[in-house]
């Protein structure tokens, strides 16, 4: 520490400078408690409340061990709500990284102007998702929502955006993919301005054309931003409950009701606490165990390799 | 004392009781003006202590989807100007206020000394323990006013909301009270165009066929025959699907929950035969009826689009309303239409107003005095007036004047004193009942299957819902 330490206040709260470990607990201090206070505590707390049959009627949760989990197991709403979750997590990281990393090579133009579009581009994110939701709700509606009124303009019929079971999530993974992939687009972006140019400079040398240089060059060198912004967004698209909430509140017929809507729906509408943390907690072993196998079996390969 | 002194002493006591003359004048003026301002005429025994409590805050929780925080906004200058209590008010959309609510009844204190519950919730949140008796305010003459009457309101409203026994856990028995029905109650009645109706020569439908025969003769390019919540919503289930059943002669439940063989009859013929009624009637509802909710109905009858539906009567409101509404003078009502030898009925639906039992101790006099102006009869009859939200009073519904202004109160009054409490709303696993219905309702809807199979479905779900949750051996 380089600040002074000579009053005896100081010296009191901050210790001695050849042992700055009094110094560091204060400073740490107040950030552990939070942790533990706000993070720490509900997780087991949670954990605690999975292996007990709380619902607000009930008042006071006995313990039943696993029984919540086993009704998992054998819910079929779970099991709808777990494909859900897969196919939009599956679908949109897909879709966000492929237009993600075509923004980005698209950028890396350069073109005048694009700096301004760049920045227009970049607003989706900082909407919440709730209001994302709802907005994408209203525009729409098949009764006066703007997109079906410019797509019958064409001469089209608009397709059933939220109604049909089927179409609705591939609305939210549309939706989900205008606001979150701008994010992938910052992150390969930044690491595409970073690339070293004489590797590129060398293929052109050697012939190689733009397609065979995306290929074999620039997409390995960009593998590690590109795995990163798709275990990030694919974490996300995992816990994402508001942006649902808003545009389709898990329906219609449970089409899009994914795992954090369905604790959700469990916790807050059935009341039923016990079985919406069994729910939460099953959520934090796929997560874990599904960033672990990425982590493990993606192989980010470097320049060379 | 001289002449002089007399004379200054004559003057003193002439401007002190021209003073005191000019204050009371002014206090006058100033009640005269908000009271005249906003139409409500004082309505509480003169002899009564309002301001007992004066200078004590309280805070309320609300439903923000209808519109009695606006009334309670209008009112809000002459509450405190009577009680010299002031309220805050906090009014989230129902989802929100359910959450909450049960975050506050399970706090070590509530920071809310009244909160407004849904009907529907009157087993869970009052049977849980979470709110105040009231029969020792009720019956407390220094606490209540004497022209309150506990008896005016609504039988059916008061057995939802206000009495339950703890000792069985049933709502609508006994003697103990719970909460006060307010700000308003309310069931389910028949819209119709009376200008469609006259030009095609149709009287308005008394049953269910009369009511798909007009929706067929009726259904154009401009205006659908007929609508419904055809969305997976809350009163897809409880509104059209429900007063379709029960005026068909169907009994959701048979047992109880008490003697643990509380049976649901959804797959009954009555069951898919109030289904099919709905998919029946497709073709002439609006194109997009299986997204329609609440706010879609009303939107889609008060633009002239629809030509009858049946729906809560609190939409009154928006549908009379001369500002908004391009039917206002077209619209006319009736009870909801029932198969023959049936009798016309829906379901109970209003809310209910009571104090947590973890409030504030201190406040807990003061709240009620609160809850007795807003669910008074001056209120209530303002908020009719001003909003045509549903009475919770008796005397509110047969009041002369209201009843010239708004023809349809009378059946709104029949609807609401014939009103069904539906019995899947005396457990706690209501809402999880009513979610599956509307999803498997909402795909026979869509065309996903039929309305047997759909029927089955909420049986099964209902049959595993309960008998994990105790109420089915």
């Keep these: 520490m380089s600040f002074a330490m000579t009053s005896a206040p100081a010296k009191f709260v901050f210790g001695k400078p050849e042992n700055p470990r009094r110094t560091v607990w204060f400073l740490l201090g107040p950030c552990i408690a939070y942790l533990i206070v706000f993070s720490i505590y509900p997780l087991f707390h949670s954990l605690r409340l999975s292996f007990t049959d709380l619902t607000a009627a009930g008042g006071t949760g006995n313990w039943i061990g696993l029984k919540n989990y086993a009704d998992l197991l054998v819910d079929p709403l779970f099991w709808n709500a777990a494909r859900n979750s897969a196919i939009m997590v599956t679908l949109a990281v897909a879709l966000q990284v492929v237009l993600g990393v075509a923004l980005a090579m698209f950028f890396n133009l350069h073109l005048r102007g694009s700096w301004i579009v760049r920045g227009i581009l970049l607003l989706p994110m900082l909407i919440p998702p709730i209001v994302v939701g709802v907005m994408w709700r209203a525009l729409l509606n098949p009764d006066w929502g703007l997109v079906d009124w410019i797509i019958s303009r064409f001469g089209l019929t608009p397709p059933d955006w939220l109604g049909s079971v089927d179409m609705a999530i591939v609305t939210l993974v549309l939706v989900d993919s205008w606001q979150w992939t701008p994010f992938v687009f910052i992150i390969v972006f930044a690491r595409l301005q970073a690339l070293p140019q004489d590797v590129f400079e060398a293929a052109n040398v050697d012939g190689a054309g733009s397609w065979v240089t995306f290929r074999r060059i620039t997409l390995p060198m960009l593998m590690p931003a590109i795995v990163f912004a798709s275990v990030f967004r694919a974490v996300d698209a995992f816990r994402s409950f508001d942006l649902i909430y808003g545009l389709s509140y898990g329906g219609p017929a449970r089409g899009t009701t994914t795992l954090s809507f369905f604790a959700f729906q469990n916790g807050f509408q059935f009341q039923n606490y016990g079985y919406a943390a069994a729910v939460a907690y099953s959520m934090l072993i796929i997560l874990a165990g599904g960033t672990t196998v990425i982590l493990r079996y993606v192989h980010i390969r470097g320049p060379g390799q | ?473």
């Design chain 2, 1 to 473: 004392m001289d002449d002089n002194d007399q004379s200054e002493s004559s003057r003193k006591s002439l401007a002190a009781n021209r003073r005191d003359v000019l204050r009371a004048m002014a206090a006058l003026g100033l009640t005269t003006g908000v009271l005249g301002r906003y139409g409500v005429s004082a309505a509480f025994g003169a002899d009564f202590d309002w301001k007992k409590f004066a200078g004590t805050k309280l805070s309320l929780l609300m439903t923000g989807d209808e519109n009695d925080h606006r009334a309670l906004a209008d009112l809000m200058p002459q509450f405190e100007a009577e009680t010299g209590m002031t309220l805050e008010v906090t009014s989230p959309a129902l989802g929100a206020l359910i959450e909450k609510t049960l975050q506050l009844l399970q706090a070590a204190q509530s920071s809310f000394e009244l909160i407004e519950f849904l009907g529907f919730l009157t087993t869970q949140q009052v049977g849980a323990g979470y709110y105040e008796q009231l029969n020792q305010y009720i019956d407390d003459p220094a606490l209540t006013a004497p022209d309150w009457e506990i008896g005016d309101f609504l039988p059916p409203a008061m057995s939802n909301v206000g009495y339950f026994d703890m000792a069985t856990k049933t709502v609508g028995k006994g003697k103990d009270i719970y909460g006060i029905p307010g700000m308003h109650s309310g069931s389910v009645i028949y819209f119709y165009r009376k200008d469609l109706f006259d030009a095609a020569g149709l009287k308005p439908a008394t049953t269910w066929d009369e009511f798909k025969a007009a929706a067929e003769k009726l259904n154009s390019a401009d205006v659908a025959g007929c609508s419904f919540i055809g969305a997976n919503d809350f009163s897809l289930a409880t509104v059209d699907w429900y007063t379709r059943f029960i005026t068909t002669g169907g009994k959701l439940m048979s047992g109880s929950p008490q003697t643990k063989d509380f049976k649901p009859n959804v797959n009954s013929p009555e069951g898919i035969g109030a289904l099919q009624m709905l998919i029946d009637v497709l073709p002439y509802a609006p194109k997009n009826v299986t997204k329609y909710g609440f706010a879609e109905n009303v939107d889609g009858f008060s633009t002239g689009k629809i030509a009858q539906m049946v729906f809560w009567s609190t939409i009154a409101g928006p549908i009379f309303n001369t500002e908004n509404s391009m039917v206002a003078d077209k619209t006319g009502t009736g009870p909801v239409p029932a198969a023959p030898g049936q009798t016309p009925r829906a379901i109970q639906g209003g809310w209910g107003m009571g104090i947590p039992k973890n409030a504030d101790p201190a406040k807990k006099q003061a709240a009620w005095l609160a809850l007795t102006w807003l669910t008074s009869k001056a209120f209530n009859k303002y908020e009719v007036d001003k909003y045509q939200i549903d009475a919770s009073r008796t005397s509110t519904f047969n009041d002369p004047e209201l009843v010239a202004k708004f023809p349809y109160l009378p059946d709104s009054l029949k609807a609401a004193s014939t009103a069904d409490v539906i019995p899947t709303s005396h457990i706690p696993e209501f809402f999880q009942l009513n979610d599956a219905m509307n999803v498997e309702f909402n795909a026979a809807l869509l065309g996903t299957q039929d309305a047997k199979t759909a029927c089955d479905k909420v049986q099964a779900a209902w049959e595993a819902i309960l008998k994990k949750a105790g109420h089915m051996a």
